[in-house]
């Protein structure tokens, strides 16, 4: 019964927090899909990513915030892919598929719609949380390296891709690992992250192969 009643403590307290989150007001005035949206326009102002990327894939896009960024800020002629287990409303310029990203046809069916390797991968994925910070740091930092595993296969020279990770430990290895395979890579944490979340971004620029 404590338990219960701490889950439905914890849950009153996120609805409250959610409902005046100022970025929650912001997406919903500004027409974005979700918050997250502003997470990828501060990422964009710091290490300018979208600008000039002609082919672009959204990992794990639904329910389209970040998809939505892109296809505002990218040129007229770039090429979006989006891929979700879950559909969601379509949005202009924006290819979406529906499926699983490691599934080997969807990769094909992915490149086939881009003509060429993608200039810039993002993922703002994260699995189903069990609130304990453990479980949940080695679950989204296997999330992480399927992501990485997509951008080696998928990002032409010098592109970037972009992954969400919890702070725990085993972030650190990760991001050492990346500069084998790419020239800059960083961490940041946007403001629009709520301050108490473990979520960064790794950001990894300028690939090697």
């Not at 202009?92 to 990203?101: A, I, K, T």
């Not at 085993?170 to 084998?180: G, M, P, T, V």
Request: glycine letters at 6%.
């Amino acid at each position: 019964m404590k338990i219960r009643g701490n889950r439905k403590l914890s849950s009153r307290l996120w609805l409250d927090r959610h409902v005046h989150d100022v970025y929650v007001k912001r997406a919903h005035l500004e027409g974005y899909r979700s918050r997250a949206a502003f997470k990828l326009m501060e990422l964009d102002d710091k290490f300018h990513l979208i600008k000039n990327a002609k082919r672009i894939v959204d990992l794990g896009a639904a329910p389209g915030g970040w998809s939505q960024v892109l296809a505002s800020r990218s040129s007229q002629d770039a090429r979006i892919a989006a891929i979700d287990l879950l559909p969601f409303d379509p949005l202009d310029r924006v290819q979406q598929f529906c499926g699983d990203f490691e599934n080997e046809s969807n990769l094909l069916d992915i490149m086939n719609y881009l003509g060429q390797k993608a200039d810039l991968i993002v993922s703002d994925m994260a699995p189903s949380t069990v609130g304990h910070a453990k479980t949940d740091h080695i679950q989204i930092m296997g999330l992480a390296e399927s992501v990485r595993s997509f951008a080696m296969s998928s990002l032409g020279n010098t592109g970037a891709f972009v992954v969400k990770i919890f702070q725990g430990g085993r972030e650190k290895l990760f991001f050492e690992s990346l500069r084998e395979n790419f020239l800059k890579v960083c961490f940041f944490k946007p403001k629009s992250s709520r301050s108490l979340s473990a979520e960064m971004y790794i950001v990894a620029m300028e690939f090697r192969g």
